[in-house]
Each structure stands twice: as C-alpha cells, then as structure tokens.
C-alpha cells in the first residue's frame, strides 16, 4: 500500500527565507505527482503538477522536483512571505493503484 | 472560468439523519472524484467517476454511502444514517481526464454529526 510522508509536520520562519518542504512515497513508481496548498476551512489549491515525462516544474517562487528512482519530492520556496503561511500537500499516482495519494501535509507559517 | 462548485458548506445533523452533498465540476471534465478529508490529514479518495460510470468505488463504504452522476456532469453524495464518526470535510474534485491529469478541488462541505 502507497504510503505518503511529509517532513516536517510543521515550519514556522521568518519572512523572506527560503525553504524546502520534502515529501517521500513507499512505493517510488510515481508517474504523476502534484503540490497542494491548502488554507485553513478551504479546499486544496493546485500549485504545480509534475507529469510522467517531467523531472520538475516551476510556478513564480515556487519550484518542485521528482526524483522518481527514489520516490522523493520537494517544494522549493524562494522569499517566502506571510501570503504563503498554509499546509502544503503533496500527492502522488502511481504504482496499480491509479489514484492520487496525499501525505499529512506541512503547516507553514512564515513570520512578519 | 467557474472552479469546481460544491454545496451546502456547511452542515449540521444529529446522528442517524441523511444528509446529501451536491458537487458541479469545472466544465469539460470528464472526472470527478470525491474525497473525504479528517482533521490534520490528507484526502482521501472515496470514489472516482469517468463520465457517469464509477470506476473506482472501493473505499466507499457501501452499507451507508452511496454516490451519483447522472448524465455525467453534476454528483451527488448521499449517507444514511449519519454516524458521529462521518464528522469530516468533503472534497470534490475534477479533472480532464484520469491519472496524469490535474486535479481541481471545490471549497469542501464541511459535516458535522451530533
């Protein structure tokens, strides 16, 4: 069974620092993986999408990566701002399963 | 472009009631799925529509669950009864098409079950 971990659980820095939020699959045969914010009472905003033929993709300040020989995502925030306080979710399809699995996501909060 | 629309966003009811969500996908997606998100964890897929035909329903508990898309656009949740244990957030999503493509997510209705 795909299982889905994201580290840290929690972040909290100060404005402008740059950061990387890292999410990591059990099963590495992910063809298509996306990143997800996600405010408080409200539904999941689509940040980036990684496709099969795709090692990365990069969206403003934002940057993820897939290293799928390892099952291994991370989300690069460059200058991060209090705007982008949020928990972010990664999601991965892959394996027999055909089916986006989400991690628990890592809460942000980026300090004044 | 209107994103993925769900309705109520809020409920309450008293446990053993029915209660039903509505969901209206971003035009010209073929999929739609609805997923079940608790507290401080990710979604979770309950089931997953191609056009009208559910193609994956397996983690939908049958016994009280129950979902339809009729002529393949708009879905509807349903549970009866309710049970303390449903209290949850409810997520539709839709997409172009399956697997590789984008999912787009609806605010969620939020349940409460008393």
């Known amino acids: 069974k795909q299982e889905v971990t994201q580290i840290p659980a929690a972040l909290s820095v100060p404005e402008g620092e740059n950061l990387v939020l890292n999410c990591s699959f059990t099963?590495?045969?992910?063809?298509?993986l996306q990143w997800f914010r996600q405010d408080p009472g409200k539904g999941l905003t689509s940040l980036l999408l990684i496709q099969s033929s795709q090692r990365e993709q990069t969206s403003g300040r934002l940057n993820a990566s897939l290293d799928k020989s390892s099952g291994r995502s991370t989300l690069y925030i460059a200058a991060s701002q209090p705007g982008d306080s949020a928990t972010y979710l990664c999601a991965g399809v892959g394996g027999a399963t055909n089916k986006l699995i989400f991690g628990t996501g890592t809460l942000l909060a980026v300090q004044p | 472009e209107a994103g993925v629309v769900q309705s109520p966003r809020y409920k309450i009811i008293e446990k053993k009631q029915p209660v039903a969500f509505w969901c209206n996908p971003i035009s010209g997606h073929n999929t739609l799925y609805w997923y079940l998100q608790n507290l401080g964890q990710g979604p979770e897929l309950l089931i997953r529509?191609?056009?009208?035909?559910?193609?994956?329903d397996s983690q939908l508990p049958k016994d009280r669950f129950s979902a339809e898309r009729l002529k393949g656009v708009d879905s509807t949740l349903k549970i009866q009864p309710a049970e303390l244990g449903d209290s949850a957030v409810y997520l539709c999503?839709?997409?172009?098409?399956?697997?590789?493509?984008?999912?787009?997510f609806g605010p969620g209705t939020r349940l409460t079950v008393t």
């Open positions: 529509y191609e056009n009208e035909e559910a193609v994956d």
């Open positions: 999503a839709s997409s172009l098409g399956d697997g590789s493509y984008e999912q787009y």
């Open positions: 099963d590495s045969a992910i063809y298509n």
